[in-house]
């Protein structure tokens, strides 16, 4: 069964980093690419990254370009998310999902159970 | 950005009842489309991608179709279990962009 267990979220005041982890098992990691969605309270999914099997190859959105880095352990099976200079509009929980083959296809096949980040001061 | 529009942002329909949610694409995606669904309180769940494709594990009873710029999902013989809110979603380009939702309640 493919499991995915995001932690490191909280509060964090306006301007300061965090970094996210997800923990992947059921399932071979470094075969899949993968990738972190949001989802603001009460609002809408947005597509944050995604990072290619090997970690060669990283996309993101146009927000949090030069802002945030993610990154890949497949010797550990966990994705991690950096995120650095936080708004208040970063506020969000944040989830980890798998891609549905070894190819970068856009869907995601797989969600964690998300992890809630508070940008407030 | 490719912005995705769906339509109704809530519905309420009866059990037993088919039930249609649309997207629309702001220019074609050629197909690139999935739908999620996702209940009160937990993370969203893919039912369809590639515009029709059924996820694994999916109940028969939802389908996707559609082409260019015009998608649907139809859920048949709605269930209690349904209840929740659906999302569209465009990878045909970065972004990668979802639709705003559609709420499904029972009437």
């Known amino acids: 069964e493919v499991q995915l267990v995001e932690s490191g979220g909280g509060l964090v005041q306006p301007g300061r980093s965090m970094k996210l982890s997800c923990a992947a098992s059921?399932?071979?990691?470094?075969?899949?690419?993968m990738a972190w969605v949001r989802q603001a309270p009460t609002k809408g999914l947005e597509w944050v990254a995604t990072?290619?099997?090997?970690?060669?190859?990283?996309y993101y959105r146009d927000s949090v370009k030069g802002r945030f880095t993610i990154s890949r352990d497949n010797a550990k099976s966990t994705l991690y998310l950096q995120m650095n200079s936080l708004r208040s509009e970063d506020t969000a929980t944040y989830y980890c999902?798998?891609?549905?083959?070894?190819?970068?296809?856009?869907?995601?096949?797989?969600w964690g159970q998300g992890t809630l980040v508070t940008v407030s001061s | 950005d490719i912005q995705m529009t769906q339509s109704p942002a809530s519905l309420s329909a009866s059990l037993g009842e088919t039930v249609t949610i649309e997207c629309r694409a702001s220019?074609?995606?050629?197909?690139?489309l999935a739908w999620y669904q996702q209940k009160p309180g937990k993370s969203p769940q893919l039912l369809i991608y590639?515009?029709?494709s059924l996820h694994t594990g999916v109940p028969s009873r939802f389908s996707g179709s559609g082409s260019g710029t015009q998608y649907s999902l139809k859920i048949n013989s709605l269930q209690s279990e349904d209840v929740a809110s659906y999302f569209c979603?465009?990878?045909?380009?970065?972004?990668?962009?979802f639709g705003g939702g559609t709420k499904l309640e029972l009437k």
């Open positions: 999902t798998r891609d549905y083959s070894s190819y970068i296809y856009g869907w995601f096949a797989y």
């Open positions: 059921g399932f071979t990691f470094s075969s899949f690419p």
């Open positions: 990072i290619s099997t090997s970690g060669g190859s990283t």
């Open positions: 220019e074609d995606i050629y197909n690139g």
């Open positions: 590639n515009a029709n």
């Open positions: 979603q465009q990878y045909y380009d970065y972004p990668w962009t």
